[in-house]
């Protein structure tokens, strides 16, 4: 839980893959007054939000995961506008903040990490939740500059990874003809290559490997390699006991693939 005395953004990040919004966003509340001037606290307060809606909206599941179809036919939640501009407010924020410290230093970590993930996040937002696959491209495209800037700066900088291998994985497949168009416009892939960089942070990143296995979990399943997805959502399960997406598919996995 929240600790009253010293913030901590790993265990703001650890609340948040346990579900408990509520107190991760207390841990970078907290973390912004202690550290007014790192962007990294706004930038992760917005993933909270992003992370809190994909939840309430089921998104992880009917997009990701779920095959049933009784499942993606329930219902639909609407998106929550205010919630959205929170979210937006802060990505702003986090940009504002890195800005000028990107001026005094190009090599400056948190200030790349946190415009890497602002763009990724933006896209994230724009395709899970609007629907709008240009604009989600648009912003991947924006995180992966960044990415490559920070990575330079900082080989060891992991988390970058996850937006340079969703954006590898995602246009790596599409059809040839999808790929040939996005490479004319600038736009490169390889889904090969995607899954690589995603293994590199979901091994090694310090706040977004949760996030890269699960992202991994999904493309293993969809590359008919259900007993790989098997072995990273047993993995997310052990670590995150309150989060209970990882048991439902490891249920449906073994119902499916017995």
């Given at each position: 839980r929240a600790d009253s005395a010293t913030a901590s953004l790993d265990s703001g990040f650890d609340l948040l893959y346990n579900l408990d919004f509520a107190h991760a966003q207390q841990q970078f509340s907290l973390y912004q007054q202690q550290h007014p001037d790192d962007p990294m606290g706004p930038v992760?307060?917005?993933?909270?939000?992003?992370?809190?809606?994909?939840?309430?909206?089921?998104?992880?599941?009917?997009?990701?995961?779920?095959?049933?179809?009784?499942?993606?036919?329930?219902?639909?939640?609407?998106?929550?506008?205010?919630?959205?501009?929170?979210?937006?407010?802060?990505?702003?924020?986090?940009?504002?903040?890195?800005?000028?410290?990107?001026?005094?230093?190009?090599?400056?970590?948190?200030?790349?990490?946190?415009?890497?993930?602002?763009?990724?996040?933006?896209?994230?937002?724009?395709?899970?939740?609007?629907?709008?696959?240009?604009?989600?491209?648009?912003?991947?495209?924006?995180?992966?500059?960044?990415?490559?800037?920070?990575?330079?700066?900082?080989?060891d900088c992991y988390d970058a990874y996850v937006a340079t291998g969703v954006s590898h994985y995602l246009i790596g497949t599409l059809s040839p003809p999808a790929r040939w168009v996005l490479r004319i416009g600038g736009y490169d892939g390889n889904k090969d290559q995607g899954i690589a960089e995603l293994r590199l942070a979901a091994a090694h990143g310090r706040y977004f490997a949760p996030f890269a296995r699960i992202l991994l979990a999904v493309a293993y399943l969809r590359g008919k390699q259900p007993d790989t997805a098997r072995q990273i959502l047993l993995g997310l399960r052990n670590d995150f006991p309150s989060n209970p997406l990882f048991s439902r598919e490891l249920t449906r996995l073994q119902q499916d693939h017995p």
């Open positions: 992760s307060a917005a993933a909270g939000l992003l992370f809190s809606e994909l939840d309430r909206l089921g998104i992880l599941e009917t997009k990701f995961f779920a095959t049933n179809s009784g499942f993606k036919a329930r219902p639909k939640e609407v998106a929550d506008t205010s919630l959205h501009g929170r979210f937006e407010a802060a990505l702003q924020h986090a940009e504002a903040l890195a800005s000028p410290r990107l001026a005094r230093d190009p090599s400056d970590r948190n200030a790349l990490l946190a415009v890497t993930l602002a763009a990724g996040l933006r896209a994230d937002y724009a395709s899970l939740i609007q629907d709008r696959n240009l604009a989600a491209l648009h912003y991947t495209s924006e995180a992966t500059l960044s990415a490559k800037k920070l990575l330079v700066a900082c080989a």
